[in-house]
C-alpha cells in the first residue's frame, strides 16, 4: 500500500512540475534562437512579446500589455547596447500603458544605430507608437498595426471632444466638459510626441499628417492598419520579415486547448515535415 502511495505521490509531483519543465525548455530554446539571430545579423534582438502564457496566475491565462515593467526591461536592454549596434525589436503586442510606450519609444529614437522592428502579426495602439520611433518596421503580408488616439475613461478621447460640437455647453454637464478638456491636451500630447518620434526622413507635412491621421479618432481604436494603408498614410514599411521571426513566435506558445482551433497538413505533394 505504501508503494502505491508513494508512486501517486510521484505521479503528482511529476505532474506539478511538468508545466515549470516545459516553460524552461521554451525558455532555452527562446534565448537560443535570439543567440543565433544576433550573430547573423551582427545585432542585438529584443523580443516585447503579449501572449496568454498558461504559468501567469495558477494555470490560468492572463492577457498581457505593455506596462512600467517592460519599459523598464526594454530600456535596459537599450541602454546596455552599444551606441552604434543595431537592434532588432521583435514587436507582438496589443497595446498597453501609454506611458510605458512613449518611454520605449523615445529609448528606440535615441538609439544611434538603427533599430528594425519587426511585426510578426499586429502591434496594436501602444505597440504602433513604439514602432512608429524605428528606423525601419518591418511588417508581414497580414500584419496589422493601429490608432494611437489616446483612450480616457474607457472612451476614445476624440469622440468625447466631438460631444463639445454636438451640444451647447449649457446641455453638457462638467464631468463630460472636464473629460473632454482632458482629452483635448492627450491629443495634442500624443500628436505632439508621434512628431517628435517620427524618424528624420519624413518631412514636417508627413509627420504633421500621420499623427493627425493616427490619433484625432479617424478610425475606432481597434481598427487594423495593414501594410497597404500604413503605406497609404506615408508610412515606410516593408514586408521583410525573417523566417527567425515567426520561429521565434512559436516559441511562444498559447495556452494549449483540449481541441486545436486551427490545424493543417504539410500540403499536395508535399512529404509530411517537408518544406517549399
Do not use: C
Not at 529609448?107 to 544611434?112: D, E, F, G, L, Q
Amino acid at each position: 500500500m505504501n508503494v502505491f502511495f508513494d508512486i501517486l505521490i510521484l505521479f503528482f509531483m511529476i505532474s506539478a512540475l511538468q508545466p515549470v519543465i516545459k516553460q524552461e525548455m521554451l525558455k532555452a530554446s527562446r534565448q537560443s534562437l535570439i543567440s543565433r539571430m544576433e550573430k547573423k545579423n551582427k545585432s542585438r534582438v529584443i523580443t516585447l512579446i503579449h501572449r496568454q502564457e498558461t504559468m501567469s496566475i495558477l494555470g490560468f491565462p492572463v492577457m498581457r500589455y505593455i506596462d512600467i515593467n517592460d519599459s523598464e526591461k526594454v530600456i535596459r536592454a537599450i541602454q546596455t547596447t552599444e551606441p552604434e549596434t543595431p537592434i532588432n525589436l521583435i514587436l507582438h503586442t496589443p497595446g498597453g500603458i501609454a506611458l510605458a510606450a512613449l518611454q520605449i519609444a523615445k529609448a528606440i529614437k535615441s538609439h544611434k544605430g538603427k533599430v528594425t522592428v519587426y511585426v510578426p502579426h499586429y502591434a496594436m495602439s501602444g505597440g504602433t507608437l513604439i514602432a512608429l520611433a524605428a528606423d525601419e518596421i518591418a511588417m508581414g503580408e497580414h500584419s496589422v498595426l493601429g490608432p494611437v488616439d489616446p483612450q480616457i475613461d474607457k472612451y476614445p478621447a476624440p469622440s468625447i471632444v466631438n460631444v463639445l460640437k454636438q451640444k451647447p455647453i449649457a446641455e453638457i454637464d462638467d464631468e463630460t466638459l472636464i473629460l473632454a478638456d482632458i482629452s483635448q491636451k492627450a491629443i495634442n500630447q500624443l500628436e505632439n510626441s508621434i512628431i517628435d518620434l517620427l524618424p528624420d526622413y519624413y518631412s514636417d507635412e508627413d509627420r504633421r499628417r500621420i499623427s493627425d491621421a493616427l490619433t484625432r479618432g479617424h478610425w475606432t481604436h481597434d481598427f487594423p492598419i495593414s501594410v497597404d494603408v500604413a503605406r497609404g498614410l506615408g508610412l515606410k514599411v516593408t514586408t521583410d520579415v525573417p523566417p527567425e521571426v515567426y520561429e521565434l513566435m512559436d516559441l511562444f506558445p498559447q495556452p494549449v486547448r483540449s481541441t486545436p482551433s486551427v490545424e493543417f497538413g504539410p500540403g499536395p505533394g508535399y512529404p509530411r515535415g517537408q518544406k517549399k
